[in-house]
Structure formats: structure tokens, C-alpha cells
């Protein structure tokens, strides 16, 4: 019964490559998200998706796309990967279009670029 | 400069002792305000959520927010080893799909 899944849990590429990250919630949200958690641990903003809508796009490069065939799913592309872009990927999702601000975590995206 | 400042710590403590976790903000907007746990390799965890000041309390926790001066905390009573893990809070301004503005989280080590 998990509410927030995310496939894979390790990601380890090279250089170039192009990757996508799935997200998957059980939750009945409407509203799903993508944060960037770097190697000091400092969670930040990537996306959000209201009812299949891009809400917000932080200055995030273009490299990044969210994708979202539905509401239960939010999906991550990278092209064109860079060592930068190691880092741990959250997705996320919340009621009520996000409006109470309560989210919910999944487990977790380790990319490494190599 | 940062909107949710935060002491990455690590604090240590020993167990049964009272923690007190602090973070400051900057942006008047903020009305929600959060504390996530986060363990190691884990996901953040939903443990408080508070909306403008005052008290809320679960169990051994209660997270407090003061608007008039920016200041969030979370109290752990109590302390457990298990509640060893990094504390992360959050802020919110409501009204839309925004993403949460979080702290660097504070390492904490319960020492049995």
C-alpha cells in the first residue's frame, strides 16, 4: 500500500545519456511534484504538475522535462546528463491542488553521473 | 539570502533529554509551516504541519510557530534513539501548487 513509489531507487549513467525517473501515487492527489535533494541534502523546487497542467518551472535547465500521462503519475526525463546533475530526486503529491501545503514524500531517486 | 534558515547541526543529545529544533524565515507570505524527518537514504516523512502561529502538539512532539518574529520550532520530549535522523522544515504560502521553501535540516544523534 504504498502512497508515493518511485522506480528505480539507483540510477548510475554516464555522461550524455538521456533518463527518465517514474513516479507513481495511490494517494487519489491532484497534485505531484519533482524536488532535487544535492549532496548537502538541501531539498529544492524542480516542477509541479496540477491535473496534468505545469504550474510552476523553477530555473531548472531545459534538459529537465516533467511528463505526466495522468494524475496518478509524474515522470522525469533528463537529456543530455551532467555530473551536476547527481543528486537524490524526490517526487512528491498533495491534496487539494496544494493548497494546505501538506506533501508527501516518496523514497527517493539516487542518479549518479559518471 | 536564504528564505528558511536552518542549523544543519549535528546536535547530539542524550536519550530522554528535551531536543529543541529552530528554524527562521524571511518571507512574510509563509502561512504553513512544516518539520519532515528524514532518515538516512529515506524520503522526507510528514511529522508536523502547523498553519500561522501558535502550538500543535502529537504525542512527544510539538512544533510551535511565532509569525511576529519569524521563528519555528519543533520539541521533541522524551527522546528516543529512534528519533535520531535529520529534521527538515518547511514553509509554505498557500494558495496554489507551489513547491515547499525548506531548511537544510538539522542532523540529530539520540545517544543511548
Known amino acids: 500500500d504504498t502512497a508515493v513509489s518511485q522506480t528505480p531507487k539507483y540510477l548510475v549513467t554516464q555522461m550524455g545519456n538521456d533518463k527518465s525517473i517514474k513516479c507513481e501515487q495511490n494517494?487519489?492527489?491532484?497534485?505531484m511534484y519533482w524536488y532535487k535533494q544535492d549532496s548537502k541534502k538541501f531539498l529544492k523546487i524542480m516542477f509541479s504538475?496540477?491535473?496534468?497542467?505545469?504550474?510552476i518551472n523553477e530555473t531548472v535547465p531545459n534538459r529537465f522535462s516533467p511528463k505526466s500521462p495522468d494524475k496518478a503519475h509524474l515522470n522525469l526525463h533528463i537529456n543530455s546528463l551532467e555530473l551536476g546533475d547527481s543528486a537524490v530526486y524526490f517526487c512528491a503529491s498533495s491534496p487539494l491542488g496544494g493548497g494546505t501545503g501538506e506533501q508527501y514524500f516518496g523514497p527517493g531517486t539516487r542518479l549518479t553521473v559518471t | 539570502q536564504k528564505e528558511v534558515e536552518q542549523d544543519p547541526g549535528p546536535l547530539s543529545v542524550p536519550e530522554g533529554a528535551i531536543v529543541s529544533l529552530n528554524c527562521t524565515y524571511s518571507n512574510s507570505a509563509f502561512q504553513y509551516f512544516m518539520w519532515y524527518r528524514q532518515y538516512s537514504r529515506k524520503g522526507p516523512e510528514l511529522l508536523m504541519y502547523?498553519?500561522?502561529?501558535g502550538n500543535k502538539e502529537d504525542g512527544r512532539f510539538t512544533a510551535q510557530v511565532d509569525k511576529s518574529s519569524k521563528y519555528i520550532s519543533l520539541f521533541i520530549r522524551d527522546s528516543q534513539p529512534s528519533d535520531s535522523a535529520t529534521y527538515l522544515c518547511?514553509?509554505?504560502?498557500?494558495?496554489?501548487?507551489?513547491?515547499?521553501?525548506f531548511g537544510k535540516g538539522t542532523h540529530l544523534i539520540i545517544q543511548p
Open positions: 494517494l487519489g492527489h491532484d497534485t
Open positions: 504538475y496540477n491535473n496534468k497542467e505545469l504550474i
Open positions: 502547523t498553519y500561522s502561529s
Open positions: 518547511a514553509s509554505y504560502s498557500g494558495g496554489g501548487a507551489d513547491g515547499l521553501t
